[in-house]
């Protein structure tokens, strides 16, 4: 939020040239725009539900701390060039996912727990953050299977 305050320019009163012998005064006064950060004021809400927002984990920070690894991961099955390197980062993925599955599962018992007579339960966007690791774990699984069953072949080769 900005707001815009006026400020006379520094040798120019309207008065003169301010100084300077060959300016031709204009009629009127100069003034530069000064933009000035103002703070917009938030509505304050009761101590109770405040603190107790505060000490809930929140669903959608465990799936971002999750997904990125994750992620990232995935890349490196692409780039693996042995069947037990791909197991090894699979299996590396697994175990991540079941941490992800956990923790965004306790996540979602506290908030749960916090909100129970709320019509927030019922949001699609919580069912896709519940969903999305049992999505990457059933991924994850699949392919730590299929790579231990391949683990002596070369890639390329089924």
Do not use: Y
Not at 52 to 81: H, M, N, Q
Not at 123 to 141: C, E, K, T, Y
């Amino acid at each position: 939020m900005f707001a815009r305050q006026l400020w006379p320019v520094a040798g120019h009163s309207g008065r003169g040239s301010g100084g300077c012998s060959n300016v031709t005064p204009t009629p009127g006064f100069h003034f530069r725009v000064r933009h000035v950060r103002t703070v917009a004021a938030r509505p304050q809400r009761a101590n109770s539900t405040a603190m107790s927002d505060r000490s809930l984990p929140d669903l959608v920070k465990v799936t971002e701390v999750f997904l990125i690894p994750s992620s990232f991961l995935v890349a490196a099955l692409g780039t693996a060039d042995s069947n037990p390197h791909r197991f090894g980062v699979s299996l590396l993925g697994l175990i991540v996912n079941v941490f992800w599955l956990v923790c965004s599962w306790e996540a979602f018992g506290e908030w749960k727990s916090a909100r129970a007579k709320s019509e927030e339960l019922k949001s699609m966007r919580i069912l896709v953050l519940l969903v999305l690791p049992v999505i990457f774990a059933v991924g994850w699984l699949v392919s730590t299977v299929v790579h231990t069953v391949l683990w002596n072949q070369p890639l390329g080769r089924l």
